[in-house]
Each structure stands twice: as C-alpha cells, then as structure tokens.
C-alpha cells in the first residue's frame, strides 16, 4: 500500500509537468533558475540550474541585508551630530560649527533643522567662523560599476553619498501646453527652492515624428529638460536624483541661518575630519531592523547602498566605497558558513548588471536566516507579503490560508523572486526564481503563480 508517499510523488510530477510547461512558453530561451526547498525536512523539491549563475537585480539586497543584521546588529542606527568648536560670547561663536554626516539614508531637511536649532538655543547670534559639512574621509559618490548611464539622473538610483537628505530627490509634474507648438509648463507641490529646472519642451500632435523628452543636470543642481510630449496628453510626473547632495545640504543650511537670522562671517564649506568640537546633539535614525523593512518591502536603492557602504566602512574602518562593502558582506556570509567563492557582487541594491550569483546562494541565505531567529526574524519581516504590502501588494494570491514573503528583482530582461513560502498544510518551504534574457514578463508572472499554487497543494 502506497498511501502518503505516493501522494507526495505524485504532487512532485505535478510540479515538475506544470513547470515543465510554463517554462516552453518563455521565448527567446531565458535562462532559468529556480530551486524549492523544504527548510524543516532539508529536502529539495524541485531544482533547475541551481548552480548557474544570474543576473540579480533587487534580490542583491537580500545579501545587503543579512549581512547588516549578522555585523551592525538589528540595532544599529545612523547618526547625525551637530558640534562646536570655540566659545559662546555675548551671542558670538567664536569658532566653527559641524554638521557631522554619517549617511543616514532617511534623514530628512526637518531633523538637519533640529539639529541646526541647537545654536538658537545656545543664544548664537553669529558666527565668527565657518560652517563645516563633515563628509569624515568618505569620497565623492559615484556610481557602481555596471550602472546604466540613464538611470542616474532619477530617485531609483539618486546618489548613495554620506549626505542625504529627502532621499536625494525632488518630484515635479510636466503638463503639455494648451496650444501645439507652446512650450510645456512645470509644476511642483513642494516649492523647487535648491534646484532649477529649465523647461525646454515643445507641445506636438501625437502623428508628428517622436521626440523623446532628455533630462540634463550640471554639478550645481541645474537641470534642462529639453524633447517634446504630446498635445493633450495627461501631466508626465518626474521623480529626479539630487545631482549634488553636498550643495544641496549647503543651500539648506544657509536658508536656515538667514531665517533665523544668524549671521555667518565665514563660508558653508565641506570638511573630512572634526577637531576637537563639542557635540550639541545627535540625531539618531531608526534601528536597522526598521530601515530594512522599507528597504526590501519598497526595494529602495539608496538604502540598501548606503546600509552596503557603511558595512564596507565599519568592516574595515575604511573610507566608504563599493570595492570595501562588496569584500565586507561577502566576508560576512563566509563566517556565516555560506560559500560565496563563486559571488561577483559589485553594489548592495543590485542596479550593477555585473553582480552575478546563483539560487542555491539565495536559498543558502534563506535556510541560515531561517534556522538563526536573532537576524532571521527582522529579515523575514522586511520582506514584502504577497497581497499585502511593498512589491508583492497587488500580486494575485487566491489561497487564504497560505503565505508567501519575499523579495523580488527586477530590470529589463532580469525577473527574479526569492521568499518564504508556509502552505496551508503547515510546510515551510524557501523558493527562488532567477530568470535573464526574459522578454514576456506574463509568463514569468505565469510561472511564479504556477508555482506557488503547486506547492501549496503539496501533501
């Protein structure tokens, strides 16, 4: 009598029938790389290419965030201080004032404020000396290799720098103009105060040839936006990166002194290292725990590279770069028993078409996340929740009595999903999909769905 295990092999040629067919479908041979398994038994439920390596995208930030939580510890926060050096007289400092910057990436111009507050509150009429920007040793930021050229100039990929402030980027609505040929106007909820944008748009037939709308910046903020949009077409909305957050924290810091009217003799300047200073205050971020839950559930790129960075720097107490955040996380998987030998991770949000890695990483990942709960736990709940919440909010998830949290990454001709999976038959199984070269997304969603409606009708 075969009872149980018949059952369970005959859920098993299911899943191998269904995914075999789905996987006809894709054209243009992708490649495929998916492996299920069940992290309670230790049994592997279905592998294809496992070993193979992919393209990531976003599921890079998987990496980013279980080295985080294992190094800095889910307590972590970023810091941001305020200092001074010299004495108070009379209303004078007599010396310089610090804004120390540690690369908090959800700081916000109301908590610099707040810090910039503390010199009313020392009865600071003036300024003898300057303001200094401390940047530590960090470099000026720039871009990961294998980035593309186009991306940099929107809030997907603003810069990941020592300064952030509103996440580096500033939104506008482009609205055609009411007549052809008039020049299309610009809109902003927010007052553009740190940045200009030249709009230089033509209003057009629709039947008139294309004309592709550009976007150009200058390294003091000023943009251009040049090309054509069509007559009577809906408002275009723009969410683009600060070219150059230094100048931005510049502009903001002196706007705040001349409202408060504080006079400064000196300049607003960038500085790499603070004398002796006394700290007025701190302003601290929310734990790692807490930033990564916006970080994978949002997928946010500025995030995940600044949370990368700063590992890099604390690993090696080094100045911040790409080369010392990808040597800090790989050797922070190694102690952690997870083979990185085959790993090419060139950033921490997955923007670099040079990372390549493979599923059995990812799903080496999710089996150590899942049997170490001090990391494991802030990880599984910064995933997104099919149904509910992040990338996976409108993801079609018919089975009620089932769960599926992951991470998911995405860019043109990568589609790759990675999470937990609990089936209404109690199972806990981890499932990673890597697809490159993919031209239907339909039948990558296709797949997924498949899948997962496979798996929770195992026995």
């Known amino acids: 009598v075969c009872l149980a295990s018949c059952n369970v092999a005959s859920a098993q040629d299911a899943l191998n029938a269904h995914l075999n067919t789905l996987l006809a479908l894709f054209s243009g041979n992708p490649s495929v790389g998916i492996v299920v398994k069940n992290l309670d038994t230790g049994k592997i439920l279905y ?40 004495k108070v007289d009379q209303s004078v400092l007599n010396g310089d004032v610090y804004i120390n910057f540690n690369a908090d990436p959800s700081l916000q111009k109301q908590d610099l404020a707040q810090l910039l507050s503390q010199l009313s509150s020392k009865q600071i009429q003036t300024i003898s000396g300057n303001v200094y920007i401390n940047v530590g040793n960090a470099p000026t930021s720039q871009p990961a290799p294998g980035y593309m050229w186009d991306d940099q100039h929107f809030c997907y990929a603003a810069p990941n720098s020592t300064v952030v402030i509103d996440h580096n980027c500033f939104h506008f609505t482009l609205q055609p103009g009411e007549t052809i040929g008039a020049i299309a106007s610009l809109t902003s ?38 090309g054509c949009v069509p007559y009577q077409h809906p408002a275009f909305p723009f969410a683009v990166a600060v070219n150059n957050p230094r100048m931005l924290a510049r502009q903001i810091i002196r706007q705040w002194l001349t409202q408060q009217h504080i006079k400064l003799t000196g300049q607003v300047l960038t500085s790499h290292s603070t004398p002796s200073a006394a700290v007025l205050q701190t302003h601290y971020s929310q734990s790692l725990a807490q930033l990564l839950r916006h970080t994978l559930k949002t997928s946010d790129n500025l995030y995940a590279n600044n949370i990368f960075k700063t590992v890099g720097a604390v690993y090696t107490d080094q100045s911040a770069n790409w080369l010392n955040g990808s040597k800090a996380v790989l050797d922070i998987l190694d102690s952690m028993g997870i083979d990185t030998k085959q790993v090419h991770l060139v950033d921490g949000a997955g923007l670099s078409r040079y990372n390549r890695f493979s599923p059995e990483l990812l799903l080496n990942i999710l089996q150590y996340n899942y049997t170490h709960p001090k990391i494991g736990q802030p990880f599984f709940h910064a995933l ?57 997304y ?11 409606m496979t798996l929770a009708g195992l026995p």
């Open 189 to 226: 909820k927010n007052p553009l105060t740190f940045t200009s944008v030249n709009v230089q748009v033509r209003t057009q037939l629709d039947e008139q040839n294309s004309c592709d709308m550009q976007l150009q910046v200058d390294s003091q903020n000023a943009y251009q936006l040049t």
């Open 47 to 86: 592998a294809l290419n496992a070993n193979r390596s992919f393209v990531p995208g976003s599921t890079t930030k998987v990496l980013t965030a279980t080295a985080a939580l294992q190094f800095l510890g889910p307590q972590y926060q970023f810091p941001t201080s305020i200092a001074i050096s010299g």
């Open 384 to 440: 997104s929740i099919a149904g509910t919440d992040g990338t996976l909010k409108n993801f079609d998830w018919p089975i009620a009595q089932s769960s599926f949290h992951a991470k998911t990454g995405s860019m043109r001709s990568v589609a790759c999903t990675v999470g937990y999976l609990h089936t209404p038959q109690g199972q806990n199984l981890a499932v990673v999909v890597m697809v490159n070269g993919i031209k239907n």
């Open 442 to 452: 339909r039948v990558y969603f296709a797949l997924i769905h498949e899948l997962l």
